[in-house]
């Protein structure tokens, strides 16, 4: 099938762009088969034939049309301009939101300059003071609070280095349907940073923790929104559990260098695996609690998924939902990007990236060029340490010219996968973890 | 004699000259070497200059994220509309307008998001008409998307 183009493919993507449903309706029928002249209109809405059409799903939009806003949203994404940071995908200037394409996280440790950008509040001025006279306080269910400068924490307890992920909770939002509140991620609100810092849980020894103390609230200098002095931008906090883990750490450098101002200067809390809003920055207090913390970000809907699955796009102040606590699995795929045009007569394309699974491990990785009729296995490493990002590699054959759709698939220590589409939908849209894809063009 | 008194005037002359130098009454004078800094004044000075180069570097610091997360927005950004104009001043008091242009709900939805920014986030509450004007302009310019192909990116692969 020759690919048209001109005026009438426009017309489908703008069919598309203005009223999906109806779209929908022209290119799939009613029966949802894609044939004949749906598939036809489909070829040319993505600009080339499609090999393996007769394997896609029914009602499955194109990648090259449904990646999320964030890839560039009704034209040129806006890209970050800033000293010290690759162009990034800005979600939001206030508060400052940017992603990073799949195609820049190809590095096995994310340098400052590719690291994702989420805030909640306004970015506090800079700390001009010597870093080491920062104080952190730890107080509540203790026996003894502390008030500790940097230079003493350093002094006092030993300082490990690990490779930790660490993923914002709303990672993946964007592949919700409908779409829920909040900045449309992609997948790309991941890191795999190396911190060098302290654990808290020494911090918390030397404090003393009470029978009572089960919880955690942390505390950072980010001024609110609003710029109401009197509320936290954002104050999050986990079970005790977490907390005590060997991986949570209390981080004074990234990647061997003192923190970058919009990362936390000079020190932030790395809670991987779990929402990265724990992972707070510009530390100043962490707060022990006999009951689960009650900061903003906290109760309702805010970072909390239902137990009992609700009706996409319906009401709910999620009394019933549970804090999301360890992320579910994804795979990104970081050396060809979205979009890519392939020399004509490409038959192999070697493609690698990286899976995680918040607190678990990456089993398997998977890749399908057929809309996943069928799958191979890809080779996955073992990870640097706990808590770091799996690289996983395979080739794809590409068996004529034409549009594809490279699927990849990860599989976590448990055996839960990657799912088809985002499920347990919920307001503020957490947990989405769809089969990723992108999309390249042969010829 | 006169001899004898040339050279006496010369000896007295090369004396006084001598000793004026001597005690820097003329000529180069050296200047006496100050005394070496002590450690602690070393240390001092260090940590001025150290101090004022961190004060520098937040300066400058705080002026490029300033220049990302303060975008010169007017309320032409968003879409004609009546309210346009009470929906840019109620939302950029907080928040830059992409999260606004980047969403697609039901009048709904919309209505809730107010009552969750008064609660969660401290937004100024809306008298009843405010809220209404607001409410109806943000549904108009950014309704629901059904399906998942409302709000998604251009297609790679045609760039006519």
Known sequence: MKPRTGRPERGLLELYRDDPERADALVWGRRGALRGAALAAMGAAVGAAIPFARRMPPGLVPAALAQPAASGSGGQPNLLRMEGKAPLVILGERPLVAETPEHMLDDEVTPADKFFIRNNGQIPEPFAGDPKSWTLRIEGEVNTPLALTLGEIEQRFPLVTRRLQMECGGNGRGFFSPETRGNQWGNGAISCAEWTGVRLRDLLQAAGLKESARFTGHYGADPHLSGDPNRPAISRGMRIEKALDEDTLVALRMNGQPIPHVHGAPVRLIVPGWPGSLSQKWLTRILIRATPHDGPGMGGTSYRVPVRPIVPGSRNDGRDFVDLESMPVRSILTNVAHGTRLPAGTRGLDVRGFAWAGDKTVRAVHLSVDYGATWQEARVAEPANRHAWQRWSGRVALPTDGYYEIWYRATDSDGRMQPHVAGNWNPQGYGANPISRIAVLVG | ?160
């Not at chain 2, 242009?101 to 509450?125: A, C, H, I, Y």
């Open chain 2, 1 to 160: 004699m006169t001899l004898t008194r040339a050279v006496i005037a010369s000896l007295v002359l090369a004396a006084v000259v001598l000793f004026g130098q001597k005690h820097g009454l003329w000529g180069v004078r050296e200047a006496p070497a100050p005394p070496p800094p002590t450690p602690a004044a070393l240390a001092f000075r260090r940590a001025q200059e150290e101090a004022a180069a961190r004060a520098e570097a937040a300066r400058a610091e705080a002026a490029r994220l300033a220049a990302v997360t303060q975008p010169a927005e007017t309320p032409e950004v968003l879409p004609p509309g009546e309210g346009r104009e009470e929906v840019f001043g109620a939302c950029t008091a907080c928040h830059s307008t992409a999260i606004i242009r980047r969403s697609r709900f039901t009048r709904q939805q919309w209505d809730d998001l107010m009552d969750w920014m008064v609660e969660k986030q401290g937004m100024n509450p809306l008298d009843a008409e405010q809220r209404r004007r607001i409410v109806d302009y943000l549904a108009a310019a950014f309704p629901a998307a059904s399906g998942s192909a409302g709000r998604r990116a251009p297609n790679p692969f045609l760039t006519d």
